[in-house]
């Protein structure tokens, strides 16, 4: 097993059990976590609000699982952890091997990254990058592109894109479809020489890698 997990607390043992399950502890602070391109976050705890230790490295644009290690006495328990919004957490003193095995479980649990072309899809961040380059995009939009990117190079329906990125198993007799196709193609293919979303005309649509 190959992955980064950001580390924002002392436990040199803990390196150590990382290294032999296959993975690198990166230290780096709550307040860079979301830039840091882990894929799982572990941080210290020894306070009494864990809802205010994760809504603080939630807004500090971390959306990976996060785990966090309670300090001996903190007075927070770890079902109080999970119930804060952790993804995962242990109270000390859990051994280095227990929470390394945490850890692994978590990576193997997370969906790989999409490429396709100069296309990056960070399905646990939601983040869109094409050639290096940002791409903001709406829930839907995110969805959307999901799905063809999922197939990519197979022409995808109309009727497939409302079953599988709406939720609807019949025509509402609406261009929403053609609607959100419209905006994310502006998005995904504005201010490149190769469009990557291309309309089969009367069949669907297919994303390439351009």
């Not at 957490?89 to 095995?101: H, K, T």
């Amino acid at each position: 097993m190959a992955g980064i997990v950001a580390c924002a607390l002392d436990i040199p043992e803990l390196h150590r059990a990382a290294g032999a399950r296959g993975f690198d502890l990166v230290p780096i602070a709550p307040a860079a976590l979301g830039d840091s391109g882990a894929q799982a976050a572990i941080i210290g705890f020894d306070g009494r609000d864990p809802a205010a230790c994760v809504s603080m490295v939630r807004a500090h644009g971390w959306r990976g699982p996060l785990m966090l290690v309670l300090a001996r006495g903190c007075g927070t328990s770890v079902e109080g952890a999970l119930d804060a919004g952790a993804d995962d957490a242990v109270a000390l003193p859990a051994c280095a091997g227990e929470i390394a095995a945490r850890l692994a479980a978590r990576l193997r649990c997370q969906p790989p990254r999409i490429a396709l072309g100069g296309l990056r899809i960070d399905p646990v961040e939601r983040r869109v990058e094409r050639d290096g380059r940002t791409i903001a995009l709406l829930p839907r939009e995110y969805a959307l592109l999901l799905h063809l990117a999922r197939w990519a190079d197979r022409c995808v329906g109309r009727e497939e894109l409302l079953a599988s990125v709406w939720g609807l198993r019949f025509d509402p007799g609406t261009n929403v479809v053609e609607v959100h196709v419209s905006r994310l193609r502006a998005k995904l293919d504005r201010g490149f020489a190769v469009p990557m979303l291309r309309t089969d005309k009367g069949r669907g649509y297919r994303l390439t890698a351009g």
